[in-house]
């Protein structure tokens, strides 16, 4: 075992474990207690902390529960767990859009920064990370984490279709985002959930804070773990995360920034930050493979779970079938998120993530954050086409690799 892969001392063990128990703690109590009204400069950092410490946990005791389960299901497990606070705030843009015109674009402009945050930033820095922990040029990819593939292509194709119907000659029922759309993105999240849960199996070797409390509990023993780290950090982070959401909106009030900027960037930065430290965390511990596949996982759960859940919300919230309506901006965000995801996975169904395709992917990514008008969009979005079709018309390899991925069985 290598220097970079020596387990942590148990007193070292202890203090992660004690003061990742600690964070949450604060706000966790005060808002089950009643709250306070805090103003956004001590609210913002209370819930961040309280979000940290909650990452930490979760990425022990995903850690701890791959000894029982599929490692497919842990992953989606954690995904699931890390990704609570986007869907808590998402789905209550819906709410209340349903009810207040204004807040119609809020909906999509959260969901798409998240889901653009998490392979623009997240996929790109795992990669980084993995590769310069281990001083190589590529991330390479276990063929059992094509499952996931698999459902982030289906989930992506489907997504083109959201915003093509706007420009099609369709009644307005037929449009935005409607309840059809959910009943097919419910669909293939229950399909890969049932895979998930039949998945690959393998014998981890655990480290830090894990190891020690697998060490030093039986197998029941260290089931009652999993199961009281991850309830208790997933209430401290669906307590912590919206108003840490908010907290950081009100301050960015003060700057002027587009409201529909804040939202789209801002908010998804409290929301997904469980979700890249744990992924981070595994990169750094040398375990790159799992945390791209948290990861690939986060974003196939959200293009179907996090999706769907919109306009069934928002129909619920309005008491009728109708569907979450679009504008132009948020057709051009669906299309560009869209586009953004089918290259992404293209770069992974051959197995090889290199340091130079996290870099572009970054790249594209960062560039596009300082524009917000309307043919900007668009153009990244025929930027991300186009480099999707020239890969597929220049490497058969990938040709071939992304259809293995379409007709993976597990």
Not at 3 to 20: G, N
Not at 35 to 40: D, N, Q, S, T
Request: aromatic fraction near 10%.
């Amino acid at each position: 075992m290598s220097s970079r892969e020596t387990p942590a001392p148990s007193a070292s063990a202890i203090v992660w474990i004690a003061v990742a128990l600690l964070l949450p703690l604060p706000w966790t109590l005060q808002t089950l207690m009643g709250g306070f009204h805090f103003v956004p400069e001590i609210a913002a950092p209370l819930t961040g902390i309280a979000i940290l410490g909650a990452a930490f946990l979760l990425s022990w005791a995903t850690e701890l529960a791959e000894r029982d389960i599929p490692q497919a299901l842990a992953l989606l497990i954690l995904a699931l767990v890390s990704v609570l606070p986007e869907y808590a705030i998402d789905v209550t843009f819906a709410i209340k859009a349903a009810h207040n015109p204004e807040w119609l674009q809020y909906p999509v402009a959260n969901m798409t920064g998240a889901n653009r945050l998490l392979i623009g930033f997240g996929w790109s820095s795992v990669v980084l990370v993995s590769c310069w922990r281990r001083g190589e040029t590529d991330l390479v990819i276990p063929v059992h984490h094509r499952l996931e593939m698999k459902y982030l292509l289906l989930s992506t194709l489907y997504s083109f279709v959201i915003p093509l119907r706007e420009y099609l000659p369709l009644p307005e029922t037929m449009k935005g985002l409607n309840v059809f759309d959910a009943a097919v993105l419910f669909v293939l999240f229950i399909a890969y959930a049932r895979a998930a849960s039949k998945g690959h199996r393998e014998e981890t070797e655990l480290a830090g804070p894990a190891e020690w409390i697998g060490a030093r509990t039986s197998n029941n023993g260290r089931r009652a773990v999993v199961a009281a780290l991850l309830v208790y950090a997933t209430v401290a982070i669906f307590l912590a995360a919206e108003t840490f959401a908010e907290s950081l909106v009100e301050l960015g009030h003060h700057l002027p920034i587009d409201e529909f900027v804040l939202v789209q960037w801002v908010a998804p930065l409290a929301s997904e930050s469980p979700e890249f430290l744990v992924a981070l965390m595994f990169a750094w511990r040398l375990r790159g493979h799992v945390a791209i596949g948290t990861l690939i996982s986060s974003k196939v759960n959200q293009w179907t779970l996090l999706v769907g859940a919109l306009p069934v919300a928002f129909a619920l919230s309005s008491g009728a079938l109708i569907p979450l309506p679009l504008d132009g901006r948020q057709t051009e965000e669906l299309f560009l998120t869209s586009a953004q995801s089918l290259l992404a996975a293209l770069l992974i169904v051959d197995l090889e993530f290199s340091r130079l395709e996290a870099v572009l992917l970054a790249a594209v990514f960062s560039v596009q954050l300082f524009f917000t008008e309307a043919a900007v969009r668009t153009s990244f979005a025929l930027l991300y086409m186009f480099m999707f079709v020239a890969l597929m018309f220049a490497s058969p390899d990938r040709r071939t690799a992304f259809v293995a991925a379409l007709r993976y069985k597990g």
